[in-house]
């Protein structure tokens, strides 16, 4: 089956402007989560989502960075007035739910590489 | 904050050589996960052992549970120049990573 995608794959951004990155998780994965990986590092938690609901966003860095998931399935995560420090790779993940219980395994995407200029 | 730090941070074999990496983490867990990122690919979930378990295997993986010391090891036995990628570990629901430990398999 399709695993989760997210577009755009690469995006360059001038300094200033603001970007908008989707995710499209795994159909019927109740919970979604972003990810900032800067080179070298490991995935930084940001921010994670069950249905329509961000139950966690305290790994945003700033109150530049928004992610939304109105309707429970495809989530957006927007970074306003971009800086150089925000040039990463953003990765979306989806978890299924089992047993009632979320569980706790992510599925990733391949990511998008943002650069800031 | 990540909650798994891995060690080494680097580790070059030779094809067939067993590798082994370690993860620490700092609060109780409930589950620990290890995953593998290659060159320019997403995150692949390996394997999660939870905190009742001390062994799990999958295939050429062996991973360990110490949850006295707080700490995990990973085992690829037989390794493959395709196993050439980073590795994390993970823990809790919110999934915070470690490092990695990036690992070299020369054929």
């Known amino acids: 089956g399709a695993g989760v995608s997210q577009s755009p794959r690469y995006k360059v951004a001038k300094r200033g402007q603001d970007v908008a990155l989707r995710c499209d998780p795994i159909s019927g994965h109740v919970s979604l989560f972003w990810y900032q990986q800067a080179l070298g590092q490991g995935p930084e938690f940001l921010t994670y989502?069950?249905?329509?609901?961000?139950?966690?966003k305290s790994g945003l860095p700033s109150d530049r960075f928004f992610a939304e998931r109105p309707e429970g399935s495809v989530s957006t995560l927007k970074i306003q007035r971009t800086q150089q420090e925000d040039s990463a790779v953003y990765l979306c993940a989806s978890s299924p739910r089992r047993g009632g219980q979320p569980t706790d395994t992510q599925y990733f995407g391949p990511g998008t590489r943002l650069t800031v200029l | 904050s990540q909650q798994g730090e891995e060690d080494p941070q680097a580790l070059s074999i030779q094809e067939g050589e067993n590798a082994t990496m370690n993860c620490s983490y700092k609060?109780?867990?409930?589950?620990l996960q290890w995953y593998r990122q290659n060159s320019g690919r997403g995150l692949v979930h390996l394997i999660l052992?939870?905190?009742?378990?001390r062994e799990k295997h999958s295939g050429r993986l062996r991973v360990t549970l110490d949850t006295s010391k707080k700490s995990s090891s990973l085992l690829i036995t037989a390794s493959r120049a395709a196993d050439t990628a980073s590795y994390f570990c993970a823990t809790g629901s919110r999934v915070r990573f470690g490092a990695g430990t990036r690992l070299t398999v020369k054929p």
């Open positions: 052992i939870r905190s009742n378990e």
């Open positions: 609060t109780s867990i409930n589950n």
């Open positions: 989502f069950q249905n329509e609901a961000q139950l966690d």
